[in-house]
């Protein structure tokens, strides 16, 4: 289940932890592309797996999102980047290290061939990382970001829910989410200027409903186009795995726009 590895710095390669299908990169030492191709592929995506910032969930957020993704004729790219705050080979990795580690595989594909259309898409804090690459300005610009369950806003010392939550630590993690609150209306560098299409959970107690509610409120008065869907009984990380609500139709939904996208 393990497409090929595309390291894109120096490091020592990383080692997964656990079984399939719930391995994850607890230690990132180096930034690599997970390829997972189709033979005829129609559009691309970079592939954004959460975990906090702390680590990464390389099979439920990447693996089995990217197999998604290619069972619709999409190239599939698994981000594995450095987490802010984490050990480097000189001291600690910087607040911004996940940003400036998904522009360098942004830069890979814009340097590849063939161009293809390209989709940003993450899953709980991925789904922050994706709302942050949305809002780049870069060369090879998406037609569009999915993002499911994220804390693209209410982690920011300034607009957290639910209010009086402690700073997350390492320091540097919470500086990235106070550098980056997606759809805040007053700090205009964090509203993606292309479509988004969100998935969120009503209950959600991991990442309370008000992120997203926050960016649609800005996205409507900045005029954005904003797919969103909010589910009465889905849990915090429900991904393609569960089943038990509406929220099993999230993936639907999202194929359809995809394709009204492409």
Known sequence: MDGNVIPLSNEAANQLSGSW???SYEIVRRLELHVFKVKKPKAQALIYPGGGYLKLMHDKEGV???????SLSIDAYVVTHRLPGSQAEEGLHPKDIALTDSLSCLDY????????PLFHVGLSSGGHLAGVMACQNHPLAAKGAIIAYAPVNANHRDYKSPAGKPDYPPAEKQAFYDDWPIGIAEIPHGMPNIPLFLAYALHDQSVPVDHVLNLIRSARQAKREVDAHIFGTAPHGFALRDKSGTHASWASLAEQWIERHL
């Open 109 to 116: 594909l814009h340097n590849s061939s063939p161009h293809l």
């Open 64 to 70: 089995e999102v990217a197999l998604w993704l290619n």
């Open 21 to 23: 299908p719930d391995r």
